[in-house]
């Protein structure tokens, strides 16, 4: 019998630098009125804009596995929609698994749902840890984040990774730290040749949770890892925004790097926050990657994970001494 694999990629449209977590519906009916529309790519992936955060669905004669768990205001959307194909594809309808990328409510919101409908919550253990207490970003004007209800929280917990071999396929979920936050994973379909990169990646200057050690570095660390273990034809789903291919995760890399030394230089010569901000070290760039808004948040971003990082390295370096 030939396998029958099929993978949802769910897409928020629209998402430029601004938080995904800061999106939110407020009524019934704003969530009905979205459109949400499924179209195929490749190979049994499809897309399915207006969810949330992208979700990938990889559905298969073991049971539904989903990678996130979009906005909590459309979860009965969404599985309608996984449901909907598993009926035309015969696929085993079942929910088994859903792999959380981040702690952002964008991508962890369906999680009672899913929970509550049978599947097994996974997560990096801070993951857990974020969900399981209120947290303040002060990055963002000292936002409250409650914590979670019990049943929304990861049920199973890594630290570093983990394998399942699911629907003939072998998925690889991997922790790469301090990146985007402090509980990034990708997950990795290693024979459909297809890589979720959650917020590490969204098709616009990258969101830098920093209050929770996300740092610029570790997204450059996390895309050069991913670069290392795919290849020419390997596609990779970002947390927002289209599917990219190896070409677009290496600009995506370079203009990371580019951003980087260029900030790098001006805390070498030190320059201040608001400095390094009215230096515009992105003007060149904004075009392709702002998505029409501003870059000054990114800067922001970018220059208070590099001196936090020093600052904590050179705490590190005198209790060593």
Known sequence: ?????????????????????????????????IEVAVTPVRGGVHIVTGIGGNVAAFVGEDGVFLVDAGLSQLTERLLASIQKLCGRESANPALRYVVNTHWHSDHTGGNETFAAAGALVVAHENVLRLLSQDQVMAHLGDRLVPAVPT???????????????????LIHVVHVPNAHSNGDVIVHFRDADLIHMGDILNGNYPFIDVDFEGHIGGIIRAVEEVLAHSIESTLFIPGHGPMANREDLLRYKDMLTTVRDRVQAMIDRGMTRQEVIEAKPTADLDAVWSGGESADPFVESVYDGMVRSRRT??????RSR
């Open 1 to 33: 019998m030939a396998k029958r694999v099929y993978l949802i990629v769910v897409v928020f449209l629209g998402i430029g630098f601004s938080l995904p977590a800061d999106l939110h519906l407020s009524t019934q009916e704003e969530s009905s009125q």
């Open 151 to 169: 049943r929304a929280r990861p049920r199973l917990t890594f630290n570093d990774r983990m394998n399942l071999s699911w629907n003939q396929d």
């Open 313 to 318: 390295g050179a705490r590190q370096d005198s």
